[in-house]
């Protein structure tokens, strides 16, 4: 008579109770974990992006705006600056590369954003990585053509030769279309940036569409910027020039700091989720002592047996113990299948909101500490009933059954 046999006997006999448990524990830990990783790869991966550049030029307003609507395509643009303002900033001596963008329109909610092709010719996503065509070619900047980001193109089912018009705005309406065709030549390859959310086309294009205001024709949204070095003393030289001397633009710097400003601003709502899965966790426990206390009436006569058979009251004691933590292991295997659902559910959503993509089974320490902690806890919670048969006494619960 071994303790693994007790425990398996006794969760056998009551295997409702024990799927039910197991499935609230199964929740608990499956919505911490992901609560967890969500909020630790979204920062990780917000941050992280910066799609080659180190810096943003832009009209006077908010860094954190300028930088969510030049590089995320998620934000509404602070205005419109000269194009003048792009020839200054390309000739600086510290700047390797500046590329003018230009947002107006959309098709079908995708962002149209026009650009010249350096961007794809010249800019390094990351040290010897670059925007890469899985199909087609680049657009002409004369030609009402488009190269189109992966995600954009699987979603909206193109290909090289198809057709569009582009609505007006940046947000989809179906009674804003413009009379302009572009012809769809390139596809790139996922990037796993937000650049694989975006229409991309050439720069006049969107300067020059019908129905833009005329006299905004040489403006551009912004510039993104590509430092000749990595020394901090150029940018706090443009910085002092953009936004302490001047009031008529904004220089977007350092673009991860910045982009670590929207998580601050929102840090209450990773601590209310983290709250709320700390209480369903431990209210997932609690239901462990619960199911095992409440069974305890109708288990005296077994353990009583079982004492009268030879086993020792530490050696009941640990089975219930052994049984509680039995159940939170259950749950805790099944909690990877919670987890693994919402994640993929989440990473879906972000990426068709954002482009950002986030990997549902990176390794994190929260798949380590969270099964630990919560079989610890429902060990735990499991020496109440332990202690309740522990004292259970033999000659009282063996009589004849009347």
Known sequence: MTLPWMVRKSLRQHLLSTLVTALSIALAGGLLMAVWVVKEQAQNAFTGVNSGF???????????????????????????????DYEQIRSHGAVQTAIPIALGDNYLGYRIVGTITNLFTEVELSEGRRHRLARGRLFDPELREAVVGSFAAQRLGWKPGDTFQPYHGLIFNPNDQHAETYVVVGILEPSNTPADRVIWIPLQGVQLMAGHDPRAANDISGVLIKFRDTSPLTARNLDLMYNRQGNRLTFAWPIARIVAQLFNRIAWVDRVLALVAYLVALVA????????????????????????????????????????????????????????????????????????????????????????????????????????????????NLSPVS
Request: proline letters at 5%.
């Open 54 to 84: 180190d810096a943003v030029l832009g009209a006077r307003g908010s860094q954190l705006q300028l930088v969510l609507n030049t590089l995320f395509h998620i934000e509404e643009s602070p205005g419109n600056i000269p194009m003048t």
């Open 285 to 396: 426990t609690g239901s462990i002592l619960v199911s095992i206390y409440n069974s305890m009436s109708e288990r005296r006569r077994d353990i009583a047996i079982l004492r009268a058979l030879g086993a020792r009251r530490r050696t009941i004691f640990s089975a219930i113990v052994l049984e509680a933590a039995a159940i939170a292991a259950l749950g805790m295997a099944l909690a990877f299948i919670v987890y693994g659902a919402i994640l993929a559910t989440v990473a879906a959503i972000v990426r068709a909101q954002v482009g950002v993509v986030l990997d549902p089974w990176a390794p994190a320490a929260v798949m380590l500490w969270a099964p630990v902690g919560m079989i610890a806890m429902a060990a735990l919670a499991g020496v109440i009933p332990a202690w309740k048969a522990y004292r259970t006494p033999v000659a009282e």
